[in-house]
C-alpha cells in the first residue's frame, strides 16, 4: 500500500508471512508522522505474530513527531532497517540502537506489497 503525502514523502506497507514493513522516504514531518501513526493503528491489529520492520533507509529528515513515533514503534520492539550512514546515525540517535543491530535488520529478506498505487493517493 503506497501512501504519497507530498512530493518529499512517500511511505509502502508490506505483508509478508513473517513480518509487516513500513518502507519510509522523503521528510517526515508532523503530518506524515501522523498519517504513519493511523496506518500502524489500522494494520496493527493484522500483525498477528509477525513481526514489525520499519525500512527508514531512504528518510530524509525527521522532525519531533516523527522521532516521538520511531520511539514508539521501538518500544513495541521494531526492527529497523538504516542502510546509509545518515539514516543509520539518525535512527542510532533516536533509539539508542546500535550500528551493529541495524545492520543485522537490513539483512532481513523483503515481502511482496499488499498493495501499490501507481498514481495518486489514497487513505489506508
Same mark, same amino acid.
Given at each position: 500500500?503506497?501512501?504519497?503525502?507530498?512530493?518529499?514523502?512517500?511511505?509502502?506497507?508490506?505483508?509478508?508471512?513473517?513480518?509487516?514493513?513500513?518502507?519510509i522516504a522523503?521528510?517526515?514531518? @508532523? /503530518?506524515?508522522a501522523k498519517? #504513519?501513526?493511523? *496506518? &500502524?493503528?489500522?494494520?496493527?491489529?493484522?500483525?498477528?505474530?509477525? =513481526?514489525?520492520?520499519?525500512?527508514l533507509t531512504?528518510?530524509?529528515?525527521? @522532525? /519531533?513527531?516523527?522521532?516521538? #513515533?520511531?520511539? *514508539? &514503534?521501538?518500544?513495541?520492539?521494531?526492527?529497523?532497517?538504516?542502510? =546509509?550512514?545518515?539514516?543509520?546515525?539518525?535512527?542510532?540517535?533516536?533509539?539508542?540502537?546500535?550500528?551493529?543491530? #541495524?545492520?543485522? *535488520?537490513?539483512?532481513?529478506?523483503?515481502?511482496?506489497?499488499?498493495?501499490?498505487?501507481?498514481?495518486?493517493?489514497?487513505?489506508?
Amino acid at each position: 500500500m503506497q501512501q504519497t503525502i507530498n512530493e518529499n514523502f512517500r511511505y509502502y506497507v508490506h505483508a509478508g508471512a513473517t513480518a509487516l514493513r513500513f518502507e519510509i522516504a522523503g521528510r517526515v514531518s @508532523d /503530518v506524515g508522522a501522523k498519517e #504513519l501513526q493511523q *496506518a &500502524w493503528r489500522t494494520v496493527s491489529s493484522a500483525i498477528g505474530n509477525r =513481526s514489525l520492520i520499519v525500512d527508514l533507509t531512504y528518510v530524509t529528515s525527521i @522532525d /519531533v513527531a516523527g522521532q516521538n #513515533l520511531v520511539r *514508539a &514503534w521501538h518500544d513495541r520492539c521494531a526492527r529497523f532497517v538504516a542502510k =546509509s550512514p545518515q539514516t543509520r546515525a539518525l535512527i542510532q540517535s533516536i533509539t539508542g540502537q546500535s550500528i551493529g543491530e #541495524l545492520s543485522a *535488520a537490513a539483512r532481513h529478506l523483503t515481502w511482496l506489497p499488499v498493495q501499490v498505487a501507481a498514481f495518486g493517493s489514497f487513505r489506508l
